[in-house]
Nanobody, 130 residues
């Protein structure tokens, strides 16, 4: 069974950091495009960062809200991906989701779209206090 599980969310003060983890079971991330999305109350789910599959050698993309503050990396174990979030702001408060696209595509230089992703985690809450 394919499953994604996020962890690492929590409550942090503005200016602080969190590292989110996304662990996959049933597959490894090498052949999948991976993305982190977030959804704040009353707002659409938005893509904030994505990484192409190792096979496709496509781009890594950061949205404006993530540039310079967030970093996506693959773990040494091929079934883990991380999102390091620094200089957090209250506007970053949201539920964060990791997603994987089994086509290996879905991450482009221009951005990413939730419709391209096949597997989703349950989400982890990030709350940034002012």
């Amino acid at each position: 069974e394919v499953q994604l599980v996020e962890s690492g969310g929590g409550l942090v003060q503005a200016g602080g950091s969190l590292r989110l983890s996304c662990a996959a079971s049933g597959f490894t991330f090498d052949d999948y495009a991976i993305a982190w999305f977030r959804q704040a109350p009353g707002k659409e789910r938005e893509g904030i960062v994505c990484m192409s599959s190792s096979v496709s050698r496509g781009p890594t993309w950061y949205g404006d809200s993530a540039k310079g503050r967030f970093t996506i990396t693959r773990g040494n174990a091929k079934n883990t991906v991380y999102l390091q979030m620094d200089s957090l702001k209250p506007d970053d408060t949201a539920v964060y989701y990791c997603a994987a696209a089994d086509s290996g595509y879905g991450c482009y230089a221009s951005g990413t779209n939730k419709d391209d992703y096949d597997y989703w985690g349950q989400g982890t809450q990030v709350t940034v206090s002012s």
